[in-house]
């Protein structure tokens, strides 16, 4: 495999020359200026949200939710369904309005869905009022774009199409204190046939484990206790590094950081989940018992068009292999329902796994056909509401199944991390097990931040309800 190109530290450097030399100029104006950041899509794009909070803090902006109130507005997109760039669009087009008011407003468009030229297309021509393009890519040069908006206003496209670098040393600025997030890799190779991933995230690369390590130790330091490593496959960590090294390892030695916190981490391609990573999960005391292992579809002829590259037999063995060594473990799943060419019956081979593994939750979708994509130009004959009634037959069953398993926790106590704040008054902190779902609890809301005993009370198919012992 090629060997994974760096972005030299000198141009980090760089990087942070021009956000001291905008800082230079916002100090000179009357009051701090604050920027927006929002964030659709996954918690790659949250972590990637902090970065450029990172680059901004550094220019001397505060922060702010509202649109009105923002000297730069930066969206961070997601093109993984249609859906989810729909609603883009219109909080983009709604923006006009903002700009009217505020002409000296920066508006900053990001992330997977302007990496596609034909979105970056439609921006340049129907979207004017955009200052500001770039595509995952470019994410590291954001101060010297946003320098050169100052200086010179005019517009500028930065989606370059490439197979993708690693950029170390970019300040980060988090949103949680109890959680964080920590990329270990970038991009995708494996080209399911729906998904637009590797297209705009380009290929697999991976950070060096030292990088991954320090950043982990400061994390912990600084009193993070719930780690999630991140990758589109982290499965596949390490095979392009000079050293190859695999994830098992990897999570080995992040295990052996000293203190008291858990390693999550996401997502798990089922083709290369090993046994080597389940016995290493089984070992690592710090390693969440919690699995997210895709399965997207139940029949093998469904999975073969998707470019799956296992089959559900092979998939089953793994989750039995697994709750062997780990019978506690909690399962989850992502499931795309009505791929093109997919039959009702077939759809009920999907059914049949969720009897047999019974995941404790389930991400599930309706395709959504993404251009570019090979499924987007498959045969895709079957009605909507038939794909309707098949995703509320899925969904519905695992609601039961999801229900069952929450009732289990009944009467148990559990030693979960208080991770923040109730909303609901009847409650006062939201925790999460060590499966990470998710607790109402009643108690005191100096525990948050902190892992306690929690007796669970209640349940229901969300959630479980509990109190502080
Ligand atoms: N790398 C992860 C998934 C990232 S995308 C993995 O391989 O599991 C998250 C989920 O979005 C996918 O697992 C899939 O279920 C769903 N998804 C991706 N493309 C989709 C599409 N075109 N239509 C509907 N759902 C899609
Ligand atoms: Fe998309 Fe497949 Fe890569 Fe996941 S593994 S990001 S679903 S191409
Ligand atoms: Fe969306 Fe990009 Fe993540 S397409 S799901 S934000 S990798």
């Given at each position: 495999?090629?060997?994974t190109?760096?972005?030299?530290?000198?141009?980090?450097?760089?990087?942070?020359?021009?956000?001291?030399?905008?800082?230079?100029?916002?100090?000179?104006?009357?009051?701090?200026?604050?920027?927006?950041?929002?964030?659709?899509?996954?918690?790659?794009?949250?972590?990637?949200?902090?970065?450029?909070?990172?680059?901004?803090?550094?220019?001397?902006?505060?922060?702010?939710?509202?649109?009105?109130?923002?000297?730069?507005?930066?969206?961070?997109?997601?093109?993984?369904?249609?859906?989810?760039?729909?609603?883009v669009?219109?909080?983009?087009?709604?923006?006009?309005?903002?700009?009217?008011r505020?002409?000296?407003?920066?508006?900053?468009?990001?992330?997977?869905?302007?990496?596609?030229?034909?979105?970056?297309?439609?921006?340049?021509?129907?979207?004017?009022?955009?200052?500001?393009?770039?595509?995952?890519?470019?994410?590291?040069?954001?101060?010297?774009?946003?320098?050169?908006?100052?200086?010179?206003?005019?517009?500028?496209?930065?989606?370059?199409?490439?197979?993708?670098?690693?950029?170390?040393?970019?300040?980060?600025?988090?949103?949680?204190?109890?959680?964080?997030?920590?990329?270990?890799?970038?991009?995708?190779?494996?080209?399911?046939?729906?998904?637009i991933?590797?297209?705009?995230?380009?290929?697999?690369?991976?950070?060096?484990?030292?990088?991954?390590?320090?950043?982990?130790?400061?994390?912990?330091?600084?009193?993070?206790?719930?780690?999630?490593?991140?990758?589109?496959?982290?499965?596949?960590?390490?095979k392009?590094?000079?050293?190859?090294?695999?994830?098992?390892?990897?999570?080995?030695?992040v295990?052996?950081?000293?203190?008291?916190?858990?390693?999550?981490?996401?997502?798990?391609?089922?083709?290369?989940?090993?046994?080597?990573?389940?016995?290493?999960?089984?070992?690592?005391?710090?390693?969440?018992?919690?699995?997210?292992?895709p399965?997207?579809?139940?029949?093998?002829?469904?999975?073969?068009?998707?470019?799956?590259?296992?089959?559900?037999?092979?998939?089953?063995?793994?989750?039995?292999?697994?709750?062997?060594?780990?019978?506690?473990?909690?399962?989850?799943?992502?499931?795309?329902?009505?791929?093109?060419?997919?039959?009702?019956?077939?759809?009920?081979?999907?059914?049949?796994?969720l009897?047999?593994?019974?995941?404790?939750?389930?991400f599930?979708?309706?395709?959504?056909?993404?251009?570019?994509?090979?499924?987007?130009?498959?045969?895709?004959?079957?009605?909507?509401?038939?794909?309707?009634?098949?995703?509320?037959?899925?969904?519905?069953?695992?609601?039961?199944?999801?229900?069952?398993?929450?009732?289990?926790?009944?009467?148990?106590?559990?030693?979960?991390?208080?991770?923040?704040?109730?909303?609901?008054?009847?409650?006062?902190?939201?925790?999460?097990?060590?499966?990470?779902?998710?607790?109402?609890?009643v108690?005191?809301?100096?525990?948050l931040?902190?892992?306690?005993?929690?007796?669970?009370?209640?349940?229901?198919?969300?959630?479980?309800?509990?109190?502080?012992?």
């Amino acid at each position: 495999m090629e060997r994974t190109t760096q972005v030299p530290h000198s141009d980090i450097e760089r990087q942070l020359e021009h956000c001291r030399a905008i800082a230079a100029l916002t100090a000179q104006w009357p009051e701090q200026p604050l920027a927006f950041v929002d964030t659709y899509g996954c918690q790659q794009n949250e972590a990637d949200s902090e970065r450029i909070r990172g680059y901004l803090r550094q220019m001397g902006f505060g922060f702010t939710q509202e649109e009105e109130r923002a000297r730069i507005i930066v969206i961070n997109t997601c093109a993984i369904r249609e859906h989810a760039e729909q609603r883009v669009l219109g909080n983009v087009g709604a923006l006009v309005h903002v700009k009217r008011r505020h002409p000296e407003q920066l508006i900053c468009l990001c992330g997977c869905m302007v990496q596609q030229p034909q979105v970056a297309e439609k921006i340049r021509q129907s979207y004017r009022h955009v200052d500001l393009v770039f595509g995952p890519h470019a994410l590291w040069k954001f101060p010297e774009m946003i320098h050169s908006l100052l200086l010179h206003r005019g517009r500028v496209f930065q989606t370059p199409d490439e197979a993708g670098s690693i950029a170390e040393g970019i300040p980060v600025v988090r949103q949680d204190r109890v959680k964080a997030w920590v990329s270990i890799m970038y991009g995708c190779n494996n080209f399911c046939t729906y998904c637009i991933v590797p297209y705009v995230r380009g290929r697999e690369r991976s950070r060096k484990p030292e990088d991954i390590l320090r950043e982990v130790e400061k994390l912990v330091r600084d009193g993070y206790k719930d780690i999630t490593l991140l990758g589109q496959n982290v499965n596949s960590y390490g095979k392009d590094l000079a050293e190859p090294m695999d994830f098992a390892d990897l999570l080995e030695q992040v295990n052996a950081i000293p203190g008291d916190f858990l390693i999550r981490f996401m997502t798990s391609h089922p083709k290369d989940a090993t046994q080597k990573l389940f016995e290493t999960m089984a070992r690592c005391e710090k390693v969440a018992p919690v699995l997210h292992l895709p399965f997207q579809a139940g029949n093998d002829r469904v999975l073969k068009a998707m470019n799956r590259r296992h089959t559900i037999a092979q998939y089953l063995d793994k989750i039995r292999a697994l709750k062997a060594l780990i019978p506690d473990i909690v399962l989850t799943s992502d499931i795309i329902v009505g791929f093109p060419g997919e039959t009702t019956e077939e759809f009920e081979d999907t059914l049949r796994v969720l009897e047999e593994v019974r995941f404790d939750a389930l991400f599930t979708f309706i395709f959504s056909p993404r251009a570019g994509t090979p499924a987007a130009s498959m045969d895709d004959p079957m009605p909507r509401e038939e794909k309707l009634r098949n995703f509320n037959r899925l969904t519905a069953l695992q609601d039961q199944i999801s229900e069952e398993k929450h009732r289990a926790y009944v009467g148990q106590t559990v030693r979960c991390l208080l991770d923040g704040l109730s909303d609901d008054s009847r409650w006062d902190l939201t925790a999460r097990t060590p499966g990470n779902r998710l607790v109402r609890v009643v108690g005191d809301r100096g525990a948050l931040g902190q892992f306690r005993d929690v007796r669970i009370t209640d349940a229901n198919k969300w959630s479980l309800f509990g109190e502080l012992v």
